[in-house]
Nanobody, 124 residues
Framework: QVQLVESGGGLVQAGGSLRLSCAAS????????MGWFRQAPGKEREVVSG????????YYADSVKGRFTISRDNVANTVYLQMNSLKLEDTAVYYC?????????????????WGKGTLVTVSS
């Protein structure tokens, strides 16, 4: 089993930055792809970004390309999401997820483990 705990969410003004962290425990995730998803009020969960096991391949949704950066520290068993130039539409609960596969697939159903989420609120 893998437990994922997100942190770093909060309230930020539009144009600001936040860095989310996802700490894994239970077993190492160094061989697994990881990802970030988000769910805004009244909307379905959507993929934000993903990273393969080694960090050499990343995926970004079009809506966050150029603004968000995903990275991982396999020694620390942690994945990060640096979010810059935040927009009002980035407001959502952000979830960290892990898959037992080494490569990331940009679908919710491909993920095997989920965190409980951290709320990001972007204000005007």
């Amino acid at each position: 089993q893998v437990q994922l705990v997100e942190s770093g969410g909060g309230l930020v003004q539009a144009g600001g930055s936040l860095r989310l962290s996802c700490a894994a425990s239970g077993r190492t995730v160094s061989n697994y792809a990881m990802g970030w998803f988000r769910q805004a009020p009244g909307k379905e969960r959507e993929v934000v970004s993903g990273i393969n096991w080694s960090g050499t391949s990343t995926y970004y949704a079009d809506s966050v390309k150029g603004r968000f950066t995903i990275s991982r520290d396999n020694v620390a068993n942690t994945v990060y999401l640096q979010m810059n130039s935040l927009k009002l539409e980035d407001t959502a609960v952000y979830y960290c997820a892990a898959t037992l596969r080494p490569s990331f697939r940009a679908t919710s159903y491909s993920m095997d483990y989920w965190g409980k989420g951290t709320l990001v609120t972007v204000s005007s």
